[in-house]
């Protein structure tokens, strides 16, 4: 693939990610909404609604499993800071780079892979809430779940060729 075509797959998926975090982050206002009404109609009024426990539930569940790619692109996620700060950019590179191939992308194939019957499951029998008052349509709640990982699978082939080429001493394609 001509580097001009690499760059610009980057940047595609740069920039899909980088929308969909920017969307997402709009849920973190409306859960919060929702989170203090449910807390003054519980401690003001003493009713509680099932249906707002379950939204809460699932505004989180869609803000983290969606932002995932989001929070890859930005380097946010989870790593071992201590190490990794001290070595050079190249070694971290070289880290970035197996790390993805033996892990990212394995992982993501898996939850990719076995979430899509769970889904399909859920789809095939119109799951809802098992609770009355519940919020109906679970099933598209699951379907977030390999939306997720696809998205973080995505921004991880950006990564990790940004990666290889970093861990070369090649600059990355523009």
């Known amino acids: 693939m001509p580097p001009g075509m690499i760059g610009g797959l980057i940047r595609l998926i740069d920039a899909v990610n980088d929308r969909?975090?920017?969307?997402?982050?709009?849920?973190?206002?409306?859960?919060?909404?929702?989170?203090?009404?449910?807390?003054?109609?519980?401690?003001v009024f003493r009713i509680s609604f099932v249906?707002?426990?379950?939204?809460?539930?699932h505004l989180f569940a869609i803000m983290f499993l969606v932002a995932a790619?989001?929070?890859?692109?930005?380097?946010t996620h989870v790593r071992v800071d201590?190490?990794?700060?001290?070595?050079?950019?190249r070694a971290r590179a070289w880290i970035d780079l197996v790390g993805g191939l033996l892990f990212l992308f394995p992982t993501v194939?898996?939850?990719?892979w076995t979430s899509i019957p769970f889904v399909a499951g859920?789809?095939?029998?119109?799951?809802?809430?098992?609770?009355?008052?519940?919020?109906?349509?679970?099933f598209l709640l699951k379907a977030v779940i390999p939306l997720g990982?696809?998205?973080?699978?995505?921004?991880?082939?950006?990564?990790?060729?940004?990666?290889?080429?970093r861990a070369l001493g090649k600059e990355v394609p523009k």
Do not use: C, N
Not at 149 to 165: K, N, V, W
């Open 20 to 43: 969909v975090g920017r969307a997402v982050s709009w849920l973190t206002f409306l859960l919060v909404v929702v989170t203090t009404y449910d807390v003054a109609m519980r401690y």
């Open 51 to 57: 249906f707002i426990q379950e939204l809460e539930w």
């Open 69 to 75: 790619g989001y929070a890859h692109l930005k380097g």
């Open 82 to 89: 201590i190490f990794y700060a001290r070595i050079s950019p």
């Open 109 to 112: 194939f898996l939850l990719v």
């Open 122 to 138: 859920s789809l095939r029998v119109l799951e809802g809430s098992p609770d009355p008052g519940g919020i109906p349509g679970r």
């Open 149 to 165: 990982f696809i998205l973080l699978g995505l921004q991880g082939i950006a990564e990790t060729i940004r990666s290889y080429y």
